[in-house]
């Protein structure tokens, strides 16, 4: 099992940016697929970002195209979430998930699946 640590949430104008970070520990880490979703209040978890074990692919919400980038650092067995151009509408718990059965690109379809969450990070954007 990989243990996950989300940091690096906060509040922030719109427009803004930041930089979440997801320390994972587990010496298997580098060969699961990671992936970023988000909960804001009163909705469902929903998908953000995912990036493959090889950090060679990678897979985004809609939403967040070109503006939110996946990347991940295996020799620091980390993975971020580098937003930019935020809105209020990006305000959310952020979680990281990683699951060793789900690639990269099933991670959308698989949320209620995936089985190593963080505890997350809160990103409040203000108007």
């Known amino acids: 099992q990989v243990q996950l640590v989300e940091s690096g949430g906060g509040l922030v104008q719109a427009g803004g940016s930041l930089r979440l970070s997801c320390a994972a520990s587990?010496?298997?880490?580098?060969?699961?697929?990671m992936g970023w979703f988000r909960q804001a209040p009163g909705k469902e978890r929903e998908f953000v970002a995912a990036i493959s074990w090889s950090g060679g692919s990678t897979d985004y919400a809609d939403s967040v195209k070109g503006r939110f980038t996946i990347s991940r650092d295996k020799a620091k067995s980390a993975v971020y979430l580098q937003m930019n151009s935020l809105k209020p509408e990006d305000t959310a718990v952020y979680y990281c998930?990683?699951?060793?059965?789900?690639?990269?690109?099933?991670?959308?379809?698989?949320?209620?699946?995936?089985?190593?969450w963080g505890q997350g990070t809160q990103v409040t954007v203000s108007s």
């Open positions: 587990g010496r298997t880490f580098s060969s699961y697929a």
């Open positions: 998930a990683a699951d060793p059965r789900t690639a990269f690109d099933a991670m959308k379809r698989r949320l209620g699946q995936l089985r190593d």
